[in-house]
């Protein structure tokens, strides 16, 4: 019997694969605790349909943000931060910082896991951070001051 699965199941499949499964399995398990449901034409169509758009979505978010990295490149991000009179910073600079700085000073919002620092950012000075997707890539330099 084919059906839908509206859940995870191990050793089964993903939430949304259409599979075949036993017909005492569906009958008796999945389909009375609401785990899938039937395969039907129609709605292997909606399920298709779904599909679809949800990969438009995500294409379109992908451009979105790689739009984001190329116009984020070879600029300048300013970060004030307490720090020592060594200059010494009293926490390190996180990829959070520095996401919410973008945000602050170029309007733009980008996710904490496409910021890659080499060294942890502990000292007052220029540092570089690389903005980085599957597709795109961008050095963004990060200046810290201490604050006063």
Request: no cysteine; proline share 3%.
């Amino acid at each position: 019997m084919k059906v839908i699965l509206l859940k995870d199941i191990r050793a089964v499949g993903q939430h949304l694969d259409i599979k075949e499964v036993a017909d005492g399995y569906a009958s008796n398990f999945l389909l009375p605790k609401g785990l899938a449901e039937m395969a039907t034409p129609e709605k292997m169509q909606a399920l298709s349909a779904q599909k679809e758009a949800q990969e438009a979505e995500r294409r379109r978010e992908e451009e979105t943000l790689n739009n984001k990295i190329v116009s984020l490149h070879n600029k300048s991000i300013s970060l004030t931060v307490r720090a020592t009179e060594k200059g010494g910073l009293f926490k390190t600079v996180t990829a959070g910082d520095i996401v919410k700085a973008i945000l602050s000073e170029y309007s733009l919002e980008i996710p904490e896991h496409i910021v890659h620092i080499s060294n942890p950012i502990k000292t007052v000075g220029e540092h570089t951070a690389l903005l980085k997707n599957k597709n795109q890539k961008a050095e963004v330099t990060i200046r810290i001051t201490a604050a006063s």
